[in-house]
């Protein structure tokens, strides 16, 4: 597989929208002011992510080519998973619905996140802290890769600062997006964080790197 950074993506974002954060409150999922830095075409990081709208209500998200992957989906891969992180904290925090179904297609990682999401919030209930809301989340992106080939991915690590009723938390999660028959979806999710669910589950210090991991049924028995 060819890696691509998304220069061209990031040049056209930049003419079509100058800076871009996500931001998110429980009202609406916004942007906020930030930076895209270009550090040169074989190694780009992205600082924060592109500026536009951002609809809580999207019931799906849309490729450009039905067919395949492209690196002008960036922009709405981004959002997508920006959602699904916001709607994530909220459900594991605040006892919040997530209809896994909009941002995801595989069964087996349908499962596991919905057995996340609960072992989360039992945790986080049975331990008294339910009471300390999750009322925003500022999403940035430090890095993203295009990585093209027979099954051309999305690989975002994104940063997330979660605002509560009181203080404050960060840290990282790792997505890889794929076009399936045109709809954008993400097919692995991994937050890498100081005895994180993941880490304790899949292991520490995972490389996110393989799109069909959640059809290797042999994988998924063993970390079931």
């Not at 691509?4 to 009202?27: G, K, P, R």
């Not at 002008?72 to 997530?98: H, P, Q, R, V």
């Not at 919905?114 to 008294?128: G, P, R, T, V, W």
């Not at 692995?188 to 100081?194: H, I």
């Given at each position: 597989?060819?890696?691509?950074?998304?220069?061209?993506?990031?040049?056209?974002?930049?003419?079509?929208?100058?800076?871009?954060?996500?931001?998110?409150?429980?009202?609406?999922?916004?942007?906020?002011?930030?930076?895209?830095?270009?550090?040169?075409?074989?190694?780009?990081?992205?600082?924060?992510?592109?500026?536009?709208?951002?609809?809580?209500?999207?019931?799906?998200?849309?490729?450009?080519?039905?067919?395949?992957?492209?690196?002008?989906?960036?922009?709405?891969?981004?959002?997508?998973?920006?959602?699904?992180?916001?709607?994530?904290?909220?459900?594991?925090?605040?006892?919040?619905?997530?209809?896994?179904?909009?941002?995801?297609?595989?069964e087996n990682l349908k499962q596991y996140m919905q057995k996340k999401i609960a072992s989360q919030y039992d945790l986080f209930l049975k331990n008294k802290l339910t009471y300390n809301l999750v009322t925003g989340v500022d999403i940035g992106a430090s890095k993203v890769?295009?990585?093209?080939?027979?099954?051309?991915?999305?690989?975002?690590?994104?940063?997330?600062?979660?605002?509560?009723?009181?203080?404050?938390?960060?840290?990282?999660?790792?997505?890889?997006?794929?076009?399936?028959?045109?709809?954008?979806?993400?097919?692995?999710?991994?937050?890498?964080?100081?005895?994180?669910?993941?880490?304790?589950?899949?292991?520490?210090?995972?490389?996110?790197?393989?799109?069909?991991?959640?059809?290797?049924?042999?994988?998924?028995?063993?970390?079931?």
């Amino acid at each position: 597989m060819k890696r691509a950074y998304l220069l061209l993506v990031i040049l056209f974002t930049l003419s079509a929208c100058e800076q871009a954060n996500i931001s998110t409150n429980e009202d609406s999922i916004a942007v906020a002011a930030g930076d895209i830095n270009v550090k040169d075409a074989k190694n780009t990081e992205i600082s924060a992510s592109t500026k536009g709208n951002l609809s809580k209500n999207s019931s799906e998200f849309l490729a450009e080519d039905e067919s395949d992957l492209s690196a002008w989906d960036f922009e709405t891969a981004y959002k997508m998973c920006a959602e699904a992180l916001f709607e994530y904290y909220k459900a594991i925090w605040n006892g919040s619905d997530i209809d896994m179904d909009t941002y995801i297609d595989n069964e087996n990682l349908k499962q596991y996140m919905q057995k996340k999401i609960a072992s989360q919030y039992d945790l986080f209930l049975k331990n008294k802290l339910t009471y300390n809301l999750v009322t925003g989340v500022d999403i940035g992106a430090s890095k993203v890769e295009y990585v093209e080939g027979d099954k051309s991915f999305f690989y975002f690590k994104l940063d997330a600062r979660v605002e509560k009723d009181v203080g404050n938390f960060a840290e990282p999660t790792e997505f890889l997006v794929q076009n399936l028959n045109g709809k954008l979806v993400i097919v692995d999710w991994y937050t890498n964080g100081k005895d994180s669910y993941d880490s304790t589950v899949r292991g520490e210090n995972q490389t996110i790197d393989n799109p069909d991991i959640w059809n290797n049924s042999e994988w998924v028995k063993k970390i079931n």
